[in-house]
């Protein structure tokens, strides 16, 4: 077993998962702030220097799982693992953001999909040398 506590929280427009961009084509335009704990300030020096972060945090208002989701804009219902549904083993969210500011323990970024108040479990800067022509999206490709 795992223990992890947050580092921060995100600051977003969204009360309601109903107000969020659902989709694999949806456009993340939202702005947000990632609060992160005074104890947890030190480790942001540098984050300026990246365009784009990583974010890991919980699905913390979603419950139990399924293996199997059917995603809002697909046809019929795919594996858990190969769509982005809350609804996970390990309610895990994935996002990426664009930095906008750093400001101390706020980092404001632009694309966030998480409701007000998540807990973020990690950032990382974001890093990808998967040319576009090497990339596979499967169902999400197909029209579900
Ligand atoms: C499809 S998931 C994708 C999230 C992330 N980009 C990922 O790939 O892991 C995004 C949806 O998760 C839901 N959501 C956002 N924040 C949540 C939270 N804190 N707890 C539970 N569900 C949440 C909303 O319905 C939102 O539309």
Partial sequence: MFTMKPIGY???PYSDTAQIPKGPG???EA?????FLPEFEAGL???EGFSHLFVI???????GFDLSAHPPTAKKPHGIFSTR???RPNPIGLTVVRVLQCAGPKVHVHGVD????TPILDIK???SSIPDNQLKRGWMDTGG
Avoid: C, N
């Fill in 57 to 63: 945090w919980v699905f913390d208002r979603s419950q």
């Fill in 45 to 47: 020096k540098d984050i």
């Fill in 31 to 35: 702005e947000g702030t990632l609060e």
């Fill in 125 to 127: 800067p974001y890093l």
């Fill in 26 to 28: 949806a456009k993340h």
């Fill in 114 to 117: 998480m409701l007000d108040g």
């Fill in 85 to 87: 549904s809350p609804r």
């Fill in 10 to 12: 995100v600051k977003s």
